[in-house]
């Protein structure tokens, strides 16, 4: 069973940066998409950034919340397996616990432990 953690998060204060690290233990080529979540409190876990890992002609499509466009960017290393998820302009509603997901066709995904992100005003 391939893991992954998180790291890179913090404290910042609005309009800072992060850079989100997501390591798996395993090929990230071997997952069709991978990305990132986010949870507020009292909110429900919603989606911030998906990238193509392993689907043929659609390897490095990216997609992304509305709420984050022009501000966030995935990414991926594929020598390092590791997905990034560079958070430029931060806000205070960007705060809450990212999480780093893959997913492969036929399987169950798989899950982070999650990383806090605090954004100040």
């Known amino acids: 069973q391939v893991q992954l953690v998180e790291s890179g998060g913090g404290l910042v204060q609005a309009g800072g940066s992060l850079r989100l690290s997501c390591a798996a233990s395993g090929s990230i080529a071997s997952f069709n998409v991978m990305g990132w979540y986010r949870q507020a409190p009292v909110k429900q876990r919603e989606l911030v950034a998906t990238?193509?890992?392993?689907?043929?002609?659609?390897?490095?499509?990216?997609n992304y919340a509305d709420s984050v466009k022009g501000r966030f960017t995935i990414s991926t290393d594929n020598a390092k397996n590791t997905v990034y998820l560079q958070m430029n302009s931060l806000q205070p509603e960007d705060t809450g616990v990212y999480y780093c997901?893959?997913?492969?066709?036929?399987?169950?995904?798989?899950w982070g432990q999650g990383t806090q992100v605090t954004v100040s005003s």
């Open positions: 997901y893959a997913k492969k066709l036929g399987y169950s995904d798989i």
């Open positions: 990238i193509v890992t392993g689907l043929l002609t659609l390897t490095g499509r990216t």
